[in-house]
């Protein structure tokens, strides 16, 4: 999730850095394209994004938990348990 966060990022700010200079090319179905439109669909990019990357994260640290911690040993051979 932590990449898709990372690739949603760099769209917004690929929309954003287009749409600030050339809004005509990102909304060319519009006759007067406004920049207003531009920086409310990228802050809106950028809070999915964040919102992303903090649920990966959160959904992480428990999977690290688990793997740093050590595995009982188990004391018992099959041939203890045939008698």
């Known amino acids: 999730m932590i990449v898709w966060a990372f690739n ?22 519009m006759e007067r394209p406004n920049r207003y439109i531009i920086i409310g669909v990228s802050a809106i990019l950028l809070m999915a994004a964040a919102i992303l990357f903090g649920e990966g994260n959160r959904q992480n640290s428990p999977l690290s938990e ?18």
């Open 66 to 83: 688990v793997v740093k911690k050590e595995k009982a040993v188990t004391t018992e051979s099959p041939s203890d348990l045939v008698k």
């Open 8 to 29: 949603l990022l760099l769209l917004a700010i690929g929309i954003l850095v287009v749409g600030l200079i050339k809004p005509k090319w990102l909304l060319f179905w």
